[in-house]
């Protein structure tokens, strides 16, 4: 079982040959888990350098965090920082809420299937050059969102923002199984969450206060300047982490072969689908709440922003709690199983909330049903990830492509469904959401069969 607690660069990368052998001992490349769960790889690659003084290795390490990061946060900054500016971007087109609701789902869809098409490319070509190329389009299809003059050529750029922005997604995630194993790759999911966690609490604040010197479009200038600064720190500091020895030489077919052995794998699939419904219970609250909070419950942008800010809080906190205390305590499937009773008892409260069963209810009993269902997200996402990723060895770029292909997906149709009665009434997120959460604990029960569990992590599938 790979569940030893050791990061996978120190159980198979203590010594990475070379085309010369003999300068291969004069450059190894190793990585031990730091105080912030980050790899610290040593800086020396060529013969007749130093090692790097662990001082320089654990900044290093650092460092990757940092902009490992950054990736997983870029997706919730261009979708959070435009929700208060929703209602605005429907009269400022002139269009219905449930087209302008099709501007998220266009970014997901995007997302969704952009990470089909860059995973198998990072597995082939390495992490960073499908990286760079998915950044430099992102900036690209984020400025021209600044100056759409109609809610159709919106939706269609933000389709390819999603489509480029899936690179940050499935590469930071195959990037942390290039250097993690079991429990280590746990803990740095949980680490990873704590820092991408930010951009939700932030990302609606700062979109509040530019709206209030600026319209919506100002919110993509923004996004754009974030998408550039990125681009640079990527191209700077990010190094290639899947050796060319490691990668894939076959094309589309193999790709797809690859794809189709991990779907036929049971619980692989039982973790990706339970994984994907309750993210798509997060995206029916991310979707609604602009509208169930502004508009039904009378707040403001910079209330709204709060309140989702505290949300994400919980889930932040939360997070951190499974990767500090609950990893090699207790086992995955038993925190991830909890984690998806608690989002199921959430959403039953908030259906029988919103649909009157006791009487009329204010805004605060709603924000503390959505207050927990996020902080439950803590549990299920990385310990989701985690499992699934543990079986793929030998394709994580491919893996990570159908996680979050699936996620975004499934997200997708949630979203649109819970604008379907209109914007005076938050019973249609609160059914959304029921039913995911239900959905995603049978896929665990009946796929996953985590009582058939002897660990922590799940055997692997074979190369």
Known sequence: MPDSGASRAQQEHEHIPTRDEGAAQA??????????????????????IPAASTTTARRA????????????????????????????????????????QLTLTACLTGMALGQLVVGPMSDRWGRRTPLLLGMVVY???????????????????????????AAGIVISRAVVRDLYDGDEMARFFSTLMLISGVAPVIAPVIGGQVLQFTDWRGIFVVLTLVGVLLTLVVWKWLHETLPPEGRHTGGVGDALRTMRGLLADRVF?????????????????????????????????QTFSLLFGINSIGLIAVGQINGKLLVGRVSLDKALGFGLAVISVAAVALLLMTSGVFGEVGLLPVAAGLFVLMSAMGLAMPNTN?????????????????LGTSQFLIGAIASPLVGIAGERTAVPMA???????????????????????????????AK
């Open 431 to 461: 059914v959304v959401q029921v039913v995911c959460a239900l959905s995603a604990a049978v896929a665990f029960l009946v796929l996953c069969r985590p009582w058939r569990s002897t660990g922590s992590v799940r055997e692997p599938l």
């Open 269 to 301: 699939t039982g973790y990706m689908v339970a994984g994907s419904l309750a993210f798509a219970a997060l995206f029916a609250y991310v979707s609604a709440s602009p509208f169930v909070v502004q508009e039904i419950y009378g707040a403001s942008p």
């Open 386 to 402: 985690t499992q699934a990723l543990m079986r793929t060895r030998h394709a994580a770029g491919s893996a990570s492509a159908l």
């Open 27 to 48: 450059a190894p490349a190793t990585a031990t888990p730091t105080a912030v769960g980050a790899p610290a790889v040593s800086l020396t690659t060529a013969p007749g």
């Open 61 to 100: 390490g650092l460092l990757v965090t940092l902009v490992l990061g950054g990736l997983t946060a870029l997706p919730p900054l261009s979708m959070d920082m435009y929700l208060p500016a929703l209602p605005e971007v429907t009269d400022a087109l002139h269009s219905p809420a449930a087209t302008v």
């Open 139 to 165: 900036v690209i299809a984020t400025a021209i969102c600044a100056v759409a003059p109609t809610a159709e050529l919106l939706i269609g750029f933000r389709l390819l923002q999603g489509l480029a922005g």
